[in-house]
């Protein structure tokens, strides 16, 4: 089997998309998604594999702009669309294609390429460390109370259809990306993700509503919501679906979990994507009724660990020398020196002797600050050279915000 890898042609993107819907179980999407996800794919930065006339792989590299400890964004492959045709997998289809990815990204100059895995064994061998979580919530809004910090009851809150809403949303948003590691700066278009709801994926619930949260005619915040009723012989047993709550500020943003813990006919608050750090945990009267569930959320990849470690700050004064292994991108192996604090760093080449061995997974899994390093090597996966230097470069990688992902792509 010969396989060739081509950048994508505008006008078979439908057969690329179709065959992307095939590797994943083969349901159509709605027109909605499907015209959605045609106008955002890149097609310069997408690559279809052939095997001789039959196209048996997919996969695909928006431009994004990262949001890293310190508040910078940066340039950002967001890497999706990731299919193989059943009839030819196992066979390095895969491998390929992310060779011919990473090196891409190298050209293009953006020092981190991200991904969420339909199944997390997948990209570990390409250099992809986990350095997000997500945090599912399924709260019993019939007991839990919330506490409500001093002018949530001067919040006045509006039910807006989403459309109307968006922009106002959207201005929110944006003022909220820098604050915290691992959201994406909106590019053009992708304005248009949080407005999606086909009918077909409702699952029983109704179509999604906005509620904007005000302060003095100004919006400090929003939710987007739906309903799922149900009944039993004992009455309404409803719940709601949550899908975006972002505030400017703490009675903003209790005021919209207040609202949706009103929504009459319910009883249970469901929401599948929280940050592991969310405020929500704090104003509520019974963490257990809660039922947390962590997941895995965002992986990163240093594709240019010199320039990737130099964008963010850190906690605390660093220098340190890491050994960094890195087989699929060997032009990141070799000695680093990272030298910065909360104001910058900078990370260069050095011939000085190490003073922490580890490889470019690990990197990645501390990188926006989620996942210690400490944790890293007490799994063995990290190893000091010079006492003392474990401690240091964990201090000062760690954040005070949660690393979070909001969405999918
Ligand atoms: C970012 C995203 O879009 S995530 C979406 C990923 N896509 C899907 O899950 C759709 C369904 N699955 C598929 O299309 C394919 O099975 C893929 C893309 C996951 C793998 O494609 P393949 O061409 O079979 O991968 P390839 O042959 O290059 O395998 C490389 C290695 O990964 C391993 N691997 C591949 N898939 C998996 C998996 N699902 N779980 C664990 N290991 C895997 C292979 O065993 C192989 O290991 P080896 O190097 O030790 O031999």
Same mark, same amino acid.
């Given at each position: 089997m010969t396989v060739e890898l081509r950048v994508l042609e505008p006008g078979r993107w439908d057969r690329w998309y179709g065959e992307l819907e095939r590797a994943f179980g083969g349901a159509e999407e709605s027109p909605e998604e499907r015209s959605l996800w045609h106008d955002l794919t890149e097609c310069e930065r997408s690559l279809a594999a052939w095997d001789d006339d039959e196209l048996v792989g997919t996969t695909g590299a928006f431009s994004f702009r990262l949001s890293v400890p310190g508040g910078s964004l940066v340039p950002t492959a967001g890497v999706t669309c990731v299919g193989v045709r059943s009839t030819h997998r196992r066979r390095g289809v895969l491998t390929a294609m992310m060779r011919r990815q990473l090196d891409d990204v190298r050209r293009w100059g953006e020092p981190l390429a991200v991904l969420t895995a339909s199944?997390? *064994?997948?990209y570990g061998r390409f250099g992809y460390g986990l350095a997000t979580e997500r945090l599912r919530m399924e709260i019993d809004s019939a007991r839990v109370r919330l506490t409500a910090p001093t002018g949530t009851d001067e919040i006045r809150l509006r039910l807006v259809p989403p459309r109307a809403g968006i922009a106002a949303c959207e201005a929110v948003y944006a003022r909220r990306v820098a604050g915290r590691p691992g959201m994406l700066a909106r590019q053009p278009g992708w304005e248009r993700l949080p407005l999606l709801d086909p009918p077909s994926e409702r699952r029983g619930a109704g179509e999604v509503g906005c509620v904007l949260a005000e302060r003095n005619g100004e919006v400090v915040g929003f939710a987007r919501f739906a309903v799922k009723s149900d009944w039993d012989e004992a009455g309404p047993k409803g719940s709601v679906l949550v899908r975006d709550v972002e505030a400017l500020d703490p009675a903003g943003y209790a005021a919209l979990w207040r609202h949706l813990f009103e929504v009459d006919l319910t009883s249970t608050v469901i929401a599948?994507?929280? *940050?592991? %750090? %969310? *405020?929500l945990l704090h104003l509520v009267s019974d963490v257990r009724r809660c039922r947390l569930r962590v997941r895995d959320g965002m992986f990163v990849r240093l594709v240019d660990v010199g320039a990737a470690l130099a964008a963010r700050t850190y906690a605390a004064p660093v220098d340190v020398v890491l050994e960094v292994e890195d087989a699929f991108c060997p032009w990141n192996e070799g000695r680093w020196r990272l030298s910065g604090d909360q104001k910058g760093a900078t990370c260069e080449r050095t011939t000085d002797s190490a003073d922490m061995a580890l490889s470019v997974r690990e990197l990645a899994c501390g990188y926006l600050g989620g996942f210690g390093l400490t944790a890293l090597a007490g799994a063995g996966r990290i190893r000091e050279l010079r006492p003392g230097a474990l401690t240091e470069a964990a201090t000062a990688f760690g954040h005070p915000v949660a690393p979070w992902l909001p969405h999918g792509f």
């Open positions: 199944e997390p *064994p997948i599948s994507n929280r *940050p592991a %750090d %969310d *405020p």
